[in-house]
Nanobody, 127 residues
Framework: QVQLEESGGGLVQAGGSLRLSCAAS????????MGWFRQAPGKEREFVAT????????YYADSVKGRFTISRDSAKNTVYLQMNSLKPEDTAVYYC????????????????????WGQGTQVTVSS
């Protein structure tokens, strides 16, 4: 089992940047594919980005492609989401998720595919 805790959210002006972190506790962080999702008020949770166990495979939602970068540091048991060129429509609570996998290259873009979730961190982008 793994526990997840997000940090790094806050208030930023449009065009600015933030880096979210997701710290994982548990013995086998390296066996997990990781993902970031977000949920804006009145909307469903949506996929943002995912990264494989090895870190070598990533996948992004079209809405963030070219602006956001997901990465992981297995030595620190942490996954990151670097968010650049932020827009007001990026405003949401951002959640980190983990799914155990036996494949080093597999990643998951569906919320239902993840068993473990953090509590979320608020990102607000002002215009």
């Amino acid at each position: 089992q793994v526990q997840l805790e997000e940090s790094g959210g806050g208030l930023v002006q449009a065009g600015g940047s933030l880096r979210l972190s997701c710290a994982a506790s548990g013995r086998t962080f390296s066996s997990y594919a990781m993902g970031w999702f977000r949920q804006a008020p009145g909307k469903e949770r949506e996929f943002v980005a995912t990264i494989s166990w090895s870190g070598g495979n990533t996948y992004y939602a079209d809405s963030v492609k070219g602006r956001f970068t997901i990465s992981r540091d297995s030595a620190k048991n942490t996954v990151y989401l670097q968010m650049n060129s932020l827009k007001p429509e990026d405003t949401a609570v951002y959640y980190c998720a983990a799914q155990r996998t036996i494949s080093t290259s597999r990643y998951y873009a569906g919320a239902a595919q993840y068993d473990y979730w953090g509590q979320g961190t608020q990102v607000t982008v002002s215009s």
